[in-house]
């Protein structure tokens, strides 16, 4: 009889194919017990190096000298009450909602006035519910209609596109010559 466990093996000793060929052979212990000494003793070489530079670099430097810069912020005094008093131009803006209640009022306080746009061209800006009762009034300004253009005394033709008063396969747009 035989053994179940032999039934389910694989041998490969007899398979042969052709142009085809396997490695027998495994890595010893031996070799990768060598690689990992190179490895550990050449990380440990690395870290010495790098730590070597440090600390010839950190034994000869010199000791910067302190300059203060434009973000140096120091314990406000008391005559600086303004916070905007110990931040460089341009600063940030401290109060948002104050800021745009300032930009409102100037925008209502030129919507609801009168002045000049430009003094020399007579050019005004008027309040702006004036301007809409004005617009609501007089409507806005249109072009006049094409029949209502005239060439000397005739109603204007297009030249180009339209395709009236031209020639069959003189191409679209060119007048015949006798009507020029």
């Keep these: 009889m035989t053994n179940h466990h032999d039934e ?9 194919h052709h142009d085809v060929q396997y490695e027998d ?9 060598v690689f990992l000494v190179v490895l550990g ?15 010839y670099h950190a034994k000869h430097m010199r000791a910067a000298v302190a300059i203060p810069g434009p973000q ?9 009450a303004d916070p905007t008093s ?10 948002d909602v104050a800021d ?6 100037t925008a209502n306080a030129r919507l609801d006035s009168y002045g000049y746009i430009d003094q020399k061209g007579g050019i005004v800006h008027i309040p702006i519910d004036q301007a809409m009762d004005i617009l609501a009034k007089q ?7 094409p029949a209502a253009q005239t060439t000397n005394g005739q109603p204007a033709v297009a030249d ?9 396969g003189a191409g679209g747009g060119v007048r015949p010559e006798n009507e020029r």
């Design 8 to 16: 389910h093996e694989l041998h490969f000793e007899g398979t042969q």
């Design 25 to 33: 052979r495994d890595l010893g212990a031996r070799g990768i017990i």
């Design 41 to 55: 003793i050449t990380g440990i070489a690395l870290c010495l190096m790098v730590w070597g530079y440090f600390d």
């Design 72 to 80: 140096a912020v120091g314990a406000p005094t008391g005559t600086e």
């Design 86 to 95: 110990r931040f460089p131009k341009p600063s940030l803006q401290i109060d």
């Design 100 to 105: 745009m209640a300032l930009v409102r009022q």
């Design 139 to 145: 409507g806005l300004p249109t072009r006049p209609s």
């Design 160 to 168: 180009f596109g339209s395709g009236d008063d031209t020639v069959a």
